[in-house]
């Protein structure tokens, strides 16, 4: 059972954000959202390939459920007596909304308020997330320390160990103080030593950034990775923040509420006092340690890469905990809608507002299989000049060092979210030698390193990697005939007699319909009209009358004089 929310925690209203991961929990069951499994789990080789089907099986994003395994065992036999939720930050936007305590429509604005108007944390001296603190002995027995937490293993048959994937990974700045908090994966390596790795591409991982001062210091970098707490707070780790941004401010924001924090046990650093779960410990500024392979988001098996050693030193706990782990490895996954549900409103506020670009309707993040921040399509109302659809395709493709490598500019009547319908503006709105940019000097960004774009080896990782951006206009450039379906009021109607015919549920995607691109001439709808109320003899007699001779066939009849 899941522990009833303490109301002396929060002086927040019901209605807001919930600020405890089992309040949330709570409120996903309350509305249909989670999904309790009592049968025994594995969870080395059943428990993520089991929600990765509602993933990968076909169900429409509404369909997604967050589930909490209540029985949990290892290959071994072992049972656990914590419950594993996944799913349960973003296996949706509704489970997202709930999280962030408002409609998925409002996100947008509220991340933006958030970020202008941040309220700091407040310190305490006792919290939940300390009833419990091993350390010392505990850590080094036998299953004891990191292996009594039910840590899944997360693509079976390709990862090298269990990993925490649902992190909130602290750092602090050790010039300034700014905390950094991000999401980063963990490899289990021993009852107290984890493998961490932190992104150290251009515009990567601000835990990165603190970890290089550390090495310059010759001092080892404290870090507490927390596992479950607040959606609020959790939400703040996979997004771009400024890096004199303090995460946990922000997180205030979202809440309206001061976010509390406690002093780690062990380390100099303040965690989210209601969390479920904190691993403290102290990342080697020196030695890196081969970490790896791992299922990553990109959509293949990171291999095997030198990353951080983290040495722990104590991990605290509620005395009734839920483990979290959320859905990464080839998206849609959880990980790719927890970030979708927030840049998208970001960008369009940067197009719309910062560069006070008009006429942008949408921003879309491809999200299947290409997680994001490889394709982008911008959609825009009709009548946008060329020079504003192009700064806003330079704008777009430039605001993060590693998002939008091909950014693709289709007109309102295009559904960004239907690649199908995307294709064909392609193919039809897009001359390449004159609607194509490419621009060279790109990061090379998230995804496997191609070995031409390397150092040698030896030569210390990564060398100046290039990749380029492809910005496209396919916008629609002068007028077109209609789409060629039929007219809305008649599909309507043949969905009508559809449904009473008991077939199979529709699922329309635009266009379903006919509709006009503004290439249209009144005696046409005459015609139309004839046709489909059985008068086209009436039409026939009137192009009879209009014979032509000297003509070529296929001559368009609005380009001869009448």
């Known amino acids: ?22 309040e949330h929990l709570a409120r996903l069951e309350a509305e249909g959202l989670l999904l309790r499994v009592e049968r ?29 395994f209540t029985n949990v065992v290892d290959c071994e036999g072992r049972r656990y007596d914590v419950p594993v939720a996944i799913g349960a930050l973003a296996a949706s936007a509704r489970i997202y909304a709930v999280g962030m305590g408002r409609p998925v429509e409002e996100i947008g604005d509220a991340w933006m308020a958030a970020i202008a108007n941040p309220i700091a944390p407040t310190e305490v001296t006792a919290a939940p997330c300390q009833e419990l603190v091993i350390k010392g002995d505990e850590l080094r027995r036998p299953n004891g320390g990191l292996k009594t937490l039910p840590v899944p293993i997360s693509t079976p048959g390709y990862d090298a160990a269990p990993y925490l994937t649902a992190t909130l990974c602290i750092t602090d700045d050790p010039e300034t103080g700014i905390r950094n908090m991000g999401t980063y994966r963990a490899a289990l390596k021993a009852t107290d030593r ?101 299922g990553e988001s990109h959509g293949h098996v990171a291999l095997e890469g030198f990353n951080m050693s983290m040495q722990v030193t104590a991990i605290t706990r509620k005395r009734s905990p839920v483990y979290a782990s959320i859905l990464s490895e ?78 693709i500019a289709v007109s309102e009547d295009i559904d960004p979210e239907n690649a199908d319908a995307v294709f064909w503006s392609l193919a039809y709105r897009a001359n390449p030698i004159e609607d194509v940019l490419i621009a060279p000097y790109r990061s090379e960004g998230h995804g496997p390193k191609s070995p031409s774009l390397t150092s040698p080896a030896g030569g210390g990782g990564k060398g100046g990697g290039e990749d380029s951006t492809m910005l496209i206009d396919a916008t629609q450039k002068e007028p077109d005939p209609p789409i060629s379906l039929p007219k809305r009021e008649f599909m309507e109607h043949a969905r009508t007699i559809w449904e009473e015919l008991g077939l199979p549920a529709l699922k329309p995607r635009e266009p379903w319909h006919g509709y006009s691109l503004g290439d249209w001439d009144s005696i046409w709808d005459t015609y139309a009209e004839r046709a489909v109320s059985g008068k086209w003899e009436e039409t026939g007699k ?21």
């Open 40 to 68: 025994p789990i594995n969870k080395e080789t059943e428990l993520h390939p089991l929600v990765r089907w509602q993933f990968q099986g076909g169900l429409a994003e509404d369909e997604r459920r967050a589930f909490l």
């Open 330 to 407: 080839v998206t849609p996954s959880e990980s790719s809608v927890m970030k979708r549900v927030a840049y998208e409103p970001r960008y369009l506020a940067y197009l719309r507002d910062a560069l006070s670009i008009k006429g942008v309707r949408r921003v879309v993040m491809h999200e299947a299989l290409t997680n994001l921040r490889k394709v982008m399509f911008v959609q825009f109302a009709a009548g946008v000049p060329r020079t504003e659809i192009w700064r806003a395709l330079h704008g777009a493709a430039s605001l993060q060092a590693d998002i939008g490598k091909y950014v």
């Open 1 to 22: 059972m899941l522990d009833q929310p303490d109301k002396r925690r929060s002086n927040r209203p019901a209605a807001g954000p919930p600020l405890d991961f089992q």
């Open 542 to 562: 009137e192009t009879f009358a209009r014979r032509r001779g000297g003509l070529t066939p296929e001559t368009p009849v609005k380009s001869v004089k009448e």
């Open 194 to 294: 984890l493998g961490v790795r932190m992104a150290a591409r251009p515009g990567g991982a601000g835990g990165y950034l603190h970890w290089q001062k550390y090495r310059k210091l010759k001092k080892p970098m404290p870090i507490a990775i927390v596992v479950g707490c607040a959606p609020v707070v959790m939400f703040t780790g996979p997004q771009k923040l400024p890096i004199d941004c303090d995460e946990m401010a922000v997180a205030g924001g979202l809440a309206g509420a001061p976010i509390r924090v406690v002093k780690a046990a062990t380390v100099d650093l303040h965690v989210p006092a209601d969390a479920e779960f904190v691993v403290e410990g102290l990342i080697d500024p020196e030695l890196l340690e081969p970490e790896g392979p791992f």
